[in-house]
């Protein structure tokens, strides 16, 4: 007799409290907890366990998984069905590169278009980034560092280049290179924050520009496989 298998662990963490339609809430969900960390790269996304979290059919579930898919967060083959998307370290790498140029793109026009309100936002995260790592919090450290850089980003009232950054964001995200990382570097990263930061506030494109591309440095020498440091 075949013995069923245990249910996943993060699919009980999926919330049911939802308005819409069932596909929407799901794909809300999986997204949280990909991005979140719970669902790690390579991991199999149990479809019957998924569906019967939400009491629905299979279909708003591959729905969702399509759509996650067209997003690069997670992979389908014919017979193993749906995983979690896992980069190389050469494909992480090159995604951090998108995310470098596409950031530099948006400084500048962040630092002429700023308001005072965006100056908040940019505060409020780096304050929250501080706070997790403080409290040795590695999930809201990711988190945190995600929203201080689409609070730059965002500045710059470019939607569509904004749209892009985050989606190359997304797909580094679920690999989260700095659980892994040295407190120094930890460290070391959370300062360049505060530089952009003072940066920002005073309106300086060059000096943002450069502590960035710096700031984006000290991220790819950090990363698995990575040569080292680049002057």
């Known amino acids: 007799m075949r013995v069923p298998r245990p249910p996943v662990t993060w699919v009980a963490t999926l919330s049911t409290d939802w308005d819409g339609s069932a596909r929407e809430a799901i794909l809300g969900e999986l997204k949280r907890v990909i991005l979140d960390g719970a669902a790690a790269p390579g991991l199999p996304i149990p479809v019957d366990e998924v569906a019967a979290r939400y009491q629905v059919s299979r279909i708003p579930v591959r729905e969702a998984l399509m759509s996650l898919v067209g997003e690069g967060l997670v992979e389908h083959r014919a017979r193993a069905g749906y995983t979690v998307a896992a980069l190389t370290p050469a494909e992480l790498r090159e995604f951090y590169l998108v995310r470098e140029a596409l950031e530099a793109s948006a400084l500048a026009a962040a630092v002429r278009r700023a308001t ?6 940019v505060l409020a995260a780096h304050v929250a980034t501080a706070a997790a790592i403080e409290a040795g919090d590695a999930r809201g450290h990711h988190r945190e560092s995600r929203r201080f850089h689409l609070a730059l980003v965002n500045a710059g009232a470019m939607p569509r280049l904004a749209r892009m950054y ?11 290179p700095m659980d892994h990382a040295p407190r120094d570097v930890v460290t070391a990263l959370n300062e360049d924050h505060e530089r952009m930061l003072a940066a920002f506030a ?3 494109a060059p000096a943002l520009l450069e502590i960035s591309r ?4 000290r991220l790819r020498a950090s990363l698995p496989g990575s040569p080292g440091p680049t002057p």
Request: aromatic share 4%; glycine share 0%; hydrophobic share 40%.
């Open 202 to 204: 005073a309106r300086n």
């Open 214 to 217: 710096l700031h984006h440095a």
């Open 116 to 121: 005072a309100a965006d100056d908040e936002r």
């Open 166 to 176: 985050e989606s190359a964001w997304n797909m580094t995200e679920p690999a989260r």
